[in-house]
Structures are given as structure tokens and as C-alpha cells.
């Protein structure tokens, strides 16, 4: 047959159609009793009708998909074919059901190497997705197993058949779309000679299912965030310095922003307020006024409806040690802390700043964030340690004074975006300010990073600044696209580890649900 000759429609079967489907049945279905009778199949299609599919070439039904709606409580767990199927054979399709049951998809042989099979299996994941059920189930023959009963039982059939040893034209092309085999059914359909009435249970998860009850409870999928590329400048007060604040949190939140991101230490000019010739004292004058601009953004958080990552300031502990810390200021009032864990030297010896010992993920209105102030972002195992708890966004102020140092931070964010599967946000600070010790030089091109796949930009970069130039940044992210590069992503960095061979752990403190715990590990 010429490809120039296929004419071919996706589309739901109809009552009409019975007759050539009864002729596809009984050639395909020869050795297992042939077609379902008319009233079958008209009951289903009354019933379900979106989920009868069928590809025509022209006027010729070439492939179909029938399929039911199952609880799928029940039918996860083993059961036979026989439990879908009730008197007169007609089949138990339970409109109330949360999954879809795969009953036949049948291929005319005719038409056997154009993938036919595969357009049905993705429309039914469609289905799946709009619907917003939990799972595709299916009881799948093993027609092959005939050949090697004698040899093998039938769980080392199915090991030799994930290894690709055997094939089986059914089992071979239900792994090959992403189906996995939760266990093996006996006496399934004991007629099934050919599979010894053995099958499948057979699994394809829908990865974006929501459940009822938490509709309303549900998180946003489309996060806008707004990145302020912040220019240090002389400040005649605190007041000042607010109100620069709180006009870029307004113009963030005017464009209906989830996240408004500042820079590490973009207050640090506050310091030419006093004598700068005793670099500490400097620093510890500077951490006094922490807890008003942690009380000011937070008022802006709630009046301008936005979270703000609040880039990071100087604070005094209990312990009268001081830390570099950023605090995600939330829109519902709640005020979150992260202190930078890894400390540069230039840090430790002019301010003598100590580094925190918490790792933590905040549960947000707008996805699971995770925020790392700048040097942190070059140690690679503090994104792992987040992505294990399911981060999504990972936001990093940064302060940098020259262009290679700005470069170790973008690279190692970039690569911790693409290993983590996550998006990254990196904000940074430009402007020369040689009045003040420490602020002389800035470099900063604030940007928006995600994983490198079909469904991002093709270098994995969403957005970015012009270097050097005080603006505001806006990027949206898909918070679905990340699910799904996690779970059918051309690879598949964090399912793919080797935890066989390694793991990562964080010592001393558990960061689960946002709370200070020991770890048992």
C-alpha cells in the first residue's frame, strides 16, 4: 500500500460503524470467540461514547480503541476479564469511575507498521488528561507465552520481555508507550490459549491528576515572576530605600506577577550612613535595620497581593552572630527564612558572616520553591537535596562584582535547572557605588532558566536582562511542563539516577513539610 493512498481521520465510533468493526473483530480476535455483539457495542457507545475510538483510511475503519470507565481501587488490584463484563455481555462501564480500562485496541493487518496502535494509545492518554482521571489500566494478553511455557514461567517471560530477549507483539508495545506492568493475572481469560490465560496488569499513570476534593485546593500550573535587576545607589535614608522597594513591588504586581524577586544585599548601601573605616561595625550597623525592611516588605507582600523573595539582608541571631539571609515575604502574611549556607571569604573575612545549617522547601500559593543566595547555587548538592522534595522553581539573588564571577553563577544555575529538572531564577545587582567599602564594582544579567527539552526555549533560557542596566524582568513558567519532562522527558535526569549505586542525604536536620526535625537517615 502507498503512503500516497492513506487518507486517515481520528474520530469516535458510532452505532453505523458496527458492521465493519464486527469484520475487524472476528479477523483480528479469531482464536479468543471474534466480535462483540451488536448490543455490546451500542451500549458502550450509549454509555461512553468519547471513549470508542476509531481510525478510518477513506471509508475503512483500520484501527480501533474500546475502553470503559472503572474504579480504579478496584480494577489496580487483580481481578479477570470476566469482572467487566455483566449479563448479555454487556460491560460495566461505571460513570462515576476515576480511570480508563483498556478492553481492545485492534489494528487491521493490513495497515500493521504505520503506528496506528500508537496514535490510539495517545488519544486515549488525551482522554485520560481531560478528564482528569488517574490512570489508563488495561489487562494485557501474552500471546507468546505459549512458545516458551515449557521453559520459563511466567514472571521470567515477562523480566525477558522487558529486557527486550523476547518479543510480544502485545507486552513489547504496551512498555514501549510508557505502560508499566503492576502484576501478573491468573487465570485472566482462561480461552486465552496462547497467553495460558495469563496477562498483564498493566498501568499508565496520568501524571496531572487532580483529585476532586482538592480542586479548590489546587496550586496554580501558570507562575508569573517578575526579577528586579536592582542598581546600587547612595541612600540618604531607610525611608528611601523602602520606598524604591515598594515601587518596584507596585509595578511587579501590576502585571498580575505570583513572585517579585531583589538581589542579595540589595540594601548594603545603607551602610555610607556611618563610619565606614571599621568594615564590622559597618556590617553589624547595617543589620539593625533588618527587621523593619522585613516588616515593611511584608506589609507590601499582603497590600500588593505578590510573594517576594526579598533578596537577602545582614542579620544579628540570638548568638550575636550575623547571617546572610533572605525571607520569602507571602502574600497571606507569613514571613519564611533561608540563610546562605556556604560563605565566600571575602564574606568571612571583612564581615565575619557565619552560614546557616537549614535547607528548606516553602509549600507556596504558586508551586514549591526553593531559594539559594548565590554562592550556595555552586554547590550542587543543595538543588538535589530540594528537588527531592519536589521543588519546582529555585530562586537565587546574587551579588557579583565582575563578569567571571558572575559567569560561575549563571553556569552552575543553568546546570542545576537541566539536572533538577526545575526552573531557576537568578537576580542579581549592577551600578558602581565607590563610595562605599565593598560596593565599588557590579555585574549582573538576571535570568530565567529551565530544563533543556522540546517543551523549553532551545538553549534553556526564558528570559534575561540586559546586563548592567537597572529594569524588571518578567517570565511565566508551566508548572505542568515540568511534570511531564520529569516523567516522559527525552531524558529523565532525576528518575534515572542510580540510586542503587548512590545517595544524598542532609545530615543533622529534616527540611520535610518546611520544619526543623533530626533526620533518622
Known amino acids: ?36 455483539p451488536r448490543h455490546t457495542i451500542d451500549k458502550l457507545i450509549q454509555e461512553f461514547p468519547d471513549g470508542q475510538i476509531l481510525i478510518e483510511d477513506g471509508d475503512r475503519i483500520v484501527g480501533v480503541a474500546l475502553t470503559a470507565l472503572v474504579d480504579y481501587d478496584e480494577f489496580s488490584n487483580p481481578h479477570q476479564y470476566d469482572d467487566l463484563i455483566g449479563s448479555r455481555e454487556i460491560i460495566l462501564n461505571d460513570p462515576d469511575g476515576d480511570a480508563l480500562y483498556g478492553l ?39 500471546p507468546n507465552y505459549h512458545e516458551y511455557a515449557e521453559a520459563m514461567s511466567p514472571a521470567e517471560y515477562l523480566e525477558a520481555v522487558a529486557r527486550k530477549e523476547i518479543h510480544d507483539p502485545i507486552l513489547s508495545f504496551q512498555l514501549a508507550n510508557d505502560f508499566q506492568v503492576k502484576r501478573l493475572l491468573r487465570k485472566y481469560l482462561p480461552e486465552d490459549e496462547k497467553s495460558q490465560g495469563y496477562a498483564t496488569l498493566l498501568e499508565w499513570n496520568n501524571i496531572l491528576f487532580e483529585p476532586a ?8 500550573t501558570q507562575v508569573r515572576v517578575g526579577a528586579v535587576q536592582w542598581q546600587m545607589r547612595e541612600f540618604a ?33 545603607l551602610m555610607g550612613l556611618t563610619d565606614q573605616s571599621d568594615q564590622l561595625a559597618a556590617i553589624h550597623f547595617l543589620a539593625g535595620f533588618t527587621e523593619r525592611f522585613k516588616t515593611e516588605i511584608s506589609r507590601m507582600a499582603v497590600s500588593y497581593n505578590i510573594n517576594i523573595v526579598a533578596g537577602s539582608m545582614v542579620e544579628e541571631g540570638a548568638d550575636g552572630k550575623l547571617y546572610n539571609v533572605s525571607y520569602l515575604c507571602r502574600r497571606d502574611g507569613e514571613i519564611d527564612r533561608q540563610a546562605k549556607l556556604h560563605i565566600t571569604p571575602q564574606e568571612r573575612r571583612d564581615w565575619v558572616v557565619e552560614g546557616g545549617d537549614e535547607l528548606r522547601v516553602f509549600d507556596t500559593d504558586a508551586g514549591r520553591v526553593g531559594i539559594l543566595i548565590c554562592y550556595d547555587v555552586e554547590f550542587p548538592e543543595l538543588p538535589r537535596l530540594l528537588a527531592d522534595q519536589d521543588m519546582d522553581i529555585l530562586f537565587v539573588p546574587f551579588w557579583t562584582d565582575t563578569k567571571n564571577s558572575y559567569l560561575r553563577v549563571r553556569h552552575c544555575a543553568q546546570a542545576r535547572a537541566i539536572e533538577n529538572e526545575c526552573y531557576v531564577v537568578v537576580c542579581g545587582s549592577v551600578g558602581n557605588v565607590p563610595s562605599i567599602e565593598n560596593l565599588d564594582i557590579q555585574y549582573a544579567q538576571s535570568s530565567v532558566f529551565s530544563p533543556s527539552d522540546f517543551a523549553f526555549p532551545h538553549d534553556a533560557v526564558l528570559s534575561e536582562t540586559t546586563p ?8 511565566d ?33 529534616s527540611w520535610k513539610s518546611g520544619s526543623r526535625q533530626e533526620d533518622s537517615h
Open 477 to 509: 513558567l508551566d508548572l505542568t511542563r515540568l511534570k511531564v519532562v520529569r516523567s516522559e522527558g527525552t531524558v529523565t535526569n532525576l528518575k534515572d539516577r542510580r540510586q542503587d549505586l548512590f545517595d544524598l542525604r542532609l545530615r543533622d536536620w
Open 104 to 142: 481492545d485496541v485492534l489494528i487491521d493487518p493490513t495497515y500493521r507498521g504505520y503506528r496506528l496502535g500508537r496514535r490510539l494509545y495517545e488519544a486515549r492518554k488525551e482522554l485520560c488528561r481531560s478528564m482528569n482521571l488517574r490512570a489508563i489500566l488495561a489487562g494485557g494478553r501474552i
Open 237 to 269: 535614608s531607610v525611608e528611601s530605600v523602602l520606598q524604591q522597594v515598594e515601587y518596584f513591588v507596585d509595578a511587579v504586581a501590576d502585571y498580575q506577577s505570583d513572585f517579585v524577586v531583589l538581589p542579595e544585599l540589595f540594601n548594603t548601601p
Open 1 to 36: 500500500m502507498s503512503l500516497d493512498d492513506l487518507h486517515l481521520n481520528l474520530r469516535n465510533l458510532t452505532s453505523e460503524d458496527y458492521p465493519q468493526l464486527k469484520t475487524l473483530m472476528d479477523a483480528v480476535y479469531h482464536d479468543i470467540g471474534g466480535a462483540w
Open 213 to 220: 476534593e482538592r480542586v479548590l485546593e489546587t496550586r496554580k
Open 468 to 475: 548592567n542596566t537597572e529594569m524588571v524582568m518578567f517570565s
